[in-house]
């Protein structure tokens, strides 16, 4: 079946670092790609997404591009901040051609960053 | 704006038990999806509902049910409850127009004694 998976953590890093998180996929069809944010003690929120090959989402000066020749969609920022402190799940939508369906979650990455 | 709003919070039960989590979804969005989050786990989908129908099921235990109502606010009842079914339990709802963004409750946070 499709999965996700991503680098181990948690990550920590220094402010204004450079944060790359790895994500790859398997999948049968043409999933969509997402990266999710949970805060501590809250629900996930949608950071940024992409539905075809090629496609880069970019949000909150992270950004991700679905590659398919490589099955992948890193996330990466260029300068972290404090505030960034979260933990990061990468995520694909079964459903193809942006028809929507279950998320399924790669097992999430803890995210650090020290000021 | 409004979000997804899911009740109770936090709820504490004994093994054995039943419990009831409620989802009310963005308005206007018609498609519900359940997720359990274990303790440092991701979320596990559960089960979705599109128009009060189910539409997909996923590693739901036979003791818990889901349905949603005509008002598209969804319920999952949870029976027979283990120790294992301690997790965080998060309802996502979407719309037709943009099925590709779940937009997620806060979670209930179950734990069972």
């Known amino acids: 079946g499709d999965s996700v998976t991503q680098m181990e953590g948690p990550v920590t890093l220094s402010e204004e670092a450079f944060l790359t998180i790895n994500c790859t996929y398997t999948?049968?069809?043409?999933?969509?790609l997402f990266w999710y944010v949970q805060y501590p003690g809250e629900g996930l929120q949608l950071l940024l997404k992409?539905?075809?090959?090629?496609d880069k989402g970019s949000n909150k000066g992270f950004e991700a591009t679905y590659r398919k020749e490589t099955t992948s969609f890193h996330l990466e920022k260029g300068s972290v901040q404090v505030s960034d402190s979260a933990v990061y799940f990468c995520?694909?939508?079964?459903?193809?051609?942006?028809?929507?369906?279950?998320?399924?979650f790669g097992q999430g990455t803890e995210l650090s960053v020290k000021p | 704006a409004a979000g997804v709003i899911q009740s109770p919070r936090h709820l504490i039960k004994e093994k054995r038990e039943t419990a009831t989590l409620k989802c009310y979804p963005i308005?206007?969005?018609?498609?519900v999806y359940w997720y359990q989050q274990g303790p440092g786990q991701d979320p596990q989908f559960l089960i979705s509902?599109?128009?009060?129908?189910?539409?997909d099921k996923g590693s739901i235990p036979d003791r818990f049910s889901a349905q949603q109502f005509s008002d598209y606010h969804s319920e999952l009842n949870m029976s027979s409850l283990e120790l294992g079914d301690s997790a965080l339990y998060f309802c996502?709802?979407?719309?037709?127009?943009?099925?590709?963004?779940?937009?997620f409750g806060p979670g209930t946070r179950l734990t069972v004694l």
């Open positions: 996502a709802s979407s719309d037709e127009q943009r099925y590709n963004e779940q937009f």
């Open positions: 999948a049968t069809g043409y999933p969509s």
């Open positions: 992409a539905t075809k090959a090629d």
């Open positions: 995520a694909l939508s079964d459903g193809d051609y942006n028809q929507g369906g279950k998320l399924i």
């Open positions: 308005p206007r969005h018609d498609t």
């Open positions: 509902f599109y128009e009060k129908m189910q539409s």
